[in-house]
């Protein structure tokens, strides 16, 4: 039931909520292929906001503050018609790792990545004049400003980034909020933070 994992409904998106459901259904069956350990499962369970994070004993003071408190970069983001040539000087004269493409009507369509836009020029499996898409992740992370440093810290021990989304004022045919992207957070931005307030 969802009471075992302590899981609030009521405060979790639909989507979350279908995704523990399929997670009950075949990574809990005995026989499932899927089923995971329980260290697995929990840490599953607190990327997908759908269980509370412990404090690590010992310390874990930045722990609930919001991810709204680091001071992230202005975002940067490409368009799916950018080339790789294109997307390789972007990353050089800004000095990022990453970036998100965005469509004309700014919705995510993945992110292209300095180490694996480099890993398939280099054996040949892209060039310069090819599209930006066909280089790109299209599985990442979101994660909202209000998501607690505690979660995003679960979240980058498995991703190396995720990105921030923020809700907007519009809303799409379907009366839902649409959101936008606000900036991609990493562990040296998590890191910098926690160091910088010990040190004052």
Same mark, same amino acid.
């Given at each position: 039931?969802?009471?075992l994992?302590?899981?609030?409904? /009521?405060?979790v998106?639909? !989507?979350?909520? /279908?995704?523990?459901?399929?997670?009950?259904?075949?990574c809990?069956?005995?026989?499932?292929?899927?089923?995971?350990?329980?260290?697995?499962?929990?840490? *599953?369970?607190?990327?997908?906001?759908? %269980?509370?994070?412990?404090?690590?004993a010992?310390?874990? *003071? *930045? *722990?609930?503050?919001?991810?709204?408190?680091?001071?992230?970069?202005?975002?940067?983001? #490409?368009?799916?018609?950018?080339?790789?040539?294109?997307?390789?000087?972007?990353?050089?004269?800004?000095?990022?790792?990453?970036?998100?493409?965005?469509?004309?009507?700014?919705? #995510?369509?993945g992110?292209?990545?300095?180490?694996n836009?480099?890993?398939? %020029? #280099?054996?040949?499996?892209? &060039?310069? +004049?090819?599209?930006?898409?066909?280089? /790109?992740?299209?599985?990442?992370?979101? #994660?909202?400003? &209000?998501?607690?440093?505690?979660?995003?810290?679960?979240?980058?021990?498995?991703? !190396?980034?995720?990105?921030? %989304? !923020?809700?907007? &004022?519009?809303?799409?045919?379907?009366?839902?909020?649409? /959101?936008?992207?606000?900036?991609?957070?990493?562990?040296?931005?998590?890191l910098?933070?926690? +160091?910088?307030?010990?040190?004052?």
């Amino acid at each position: 039931t969802l009471d075992l994992y302590k899981v609030s409904v /009521s405060r979790v998106p639909l !989507h979350a909520v /279908s995704t523990y459901l399929f997670y009950l259904t075949f990574c809990e069956c005995p026989l499932s292929p899927l089923r995971r350990t329980k260290f697995v499962d929990d840490q *599953w369970m607190v990327c997908e906001g759908l %269980m509370d994070c412990e404090v690590p004993a010992g310390g874990g *003071w *930045w *722990w609930s503050q919001p991810l709204s408190v680091l001071p992230l970069l202005p975002i940067i983001t #490409v368009g799916e018609q950018v080339t790789c040539g294109e997307a390789v000087k972007l990353l050089q004269e800004k000095q990022i790792d990453q970036v998100p493409i965005l469509t004309d009507n700014g919705d #995510v369509l993945g992110m292209v990545t300095l180490s694996n836009l480099t890993t398939k %020029m #280099v054996r040949g499996q892209a &060039n310069t +004049s090819d599209p930006v898409t066909s280089v /790109s992740y299209t599985q990442f992370r979101k #994660v909202m400003p &209000n998501t607690s440093l505690g979660q995003l810290s679960k979240i980058l021990e498995k991703d !190396h980034y995720a990105i921030v %989304m !923020h809700d907007s &004022n519009k809303r799409d045919a379907r009366g839902e909020k649409i /959101s936008t992207v606000g900036g991609v957070v990493t562990s040296i931005d998590l890191l910098q933070y926690i +160091s910088s307030q010990q040190q004052q």
